[in-house]
T-cell receptor, first 113, second 117 residues
Framework: KAGVTQTPRYLIKTRGQQVTLSCSPI?????VSWYQQTPGQGLQFLFE???????NKGNFPGRFSGRQFSNSRSEMNVSTLELGDSALYLC????????????FGPGTRLTVT | GDSVTQMEGPVTLSEEACLTI???????????LFWYVQYPGEGLQLLLK?????DKGSNKGFEATYRKETTSFHLEKGSVQVSDSAVYFC????????????????FGRGTQLTVWP
């Protein structure tokens, strides 16, 4: 079975721009969660989608949004980028998103200049 | 609320030394516990898991036992190798299925392990 894939792997953007990141979960997995990883804050939960519905959201501003499609693929969008948004963005998939383990993609490294 | 506390290190060991990385947790529901490993430039890989008290997870020589009485899930390995050098994260998933916990893993801050030959 193919693992979780994320595109692109690397991105460089300028402050004020917006960006869209993509995640394809493991086949059959219906839950997709997104995390932001930075040296200062560690791993922080952004949001989780299940069957195209956002079920849970972390403590991030409204500039961070996401969606999930009928094939379970997910995208996250960050508008009006700030320098502090530079991070590794990780996507994880799981069967149902409750107590099941999550499987992570390689991440998208976003650099905001 | 739910949280995970783990020793942050860094931890530096010689090859074949014993490893213990401490992890304790706080949870309001019935958590499953995990250890993930992250190699440089990569995402997180699931190393092992335990879903209920007294369960022992094991993989690649690593072990961890879910201790409800001490709310701990310490990672151990009897003889580390250079290839074990990575960052290790302890995490929990709350089975309470409340809105605030759905699809969410709570992570510790990570422990950098470096093994020298």
């Amino acid at each position: 079975k193919a693992g979780v894939t994320q595109t692109p792997r690397y991105l460089i953007k300028t402050r004020g721009q917006q960006v869209t990141l993509s995640c394809s979960p493991i086949s059959g997995h219906r839950s997709v969660s997104w995390y932001q990883q930075t040296p200062g804050q560690g791993l922080q939960f952004l949001f989780e989608y299940f069957s195209e519905t956002q079920r849970n959201k972390g403590n991030f501003p409204g500039r961070f949004s996401g969606r999930q499609f009928s094939n379970s693929r997910s995208e996250m969008n960050v508008s009006t980028l700030e320098l502090g948004d530079s991070a590794l963005y990780l996507c994880a998939s799981s069967l149902r998103g409750d107590s099941y383990e999550q499987y992570f993609g390689p991440g998208t490294r976003l650099t905001v200049t | 609320g739910d949280s995970v506390t783990q020793m942050e290190g860094p931890v530096t060991l010689s090859e074949e030394a014993c490893l213990t990385i401490n992890c304790t947790y706080t949870a309001t529901g019935y958590p499953s516990l995990f250890w993930y490993v992250q190699y440089p430039g990569e995402g997180l890989q699931l190393l092992l898991k335990a879903t209920k008290a007294d369960d022992k997870g094991s993989n690649k020589g690593f072990e961890a036992t879910y201790r409800k009485e001490t709310t701990s899930f310490h990672l151990e390995k009897g003889s580390v190798q250079v290839s074990d050098s990575a960052v290790y994260f302890c995490a929990l998933s709350d089975k309470g299925n409340r809105g605030s916990t759905l699809g969410r893993l709570y992570f510790g801050r990570g422990t950098q392990l470096t093994v020298w030959p």
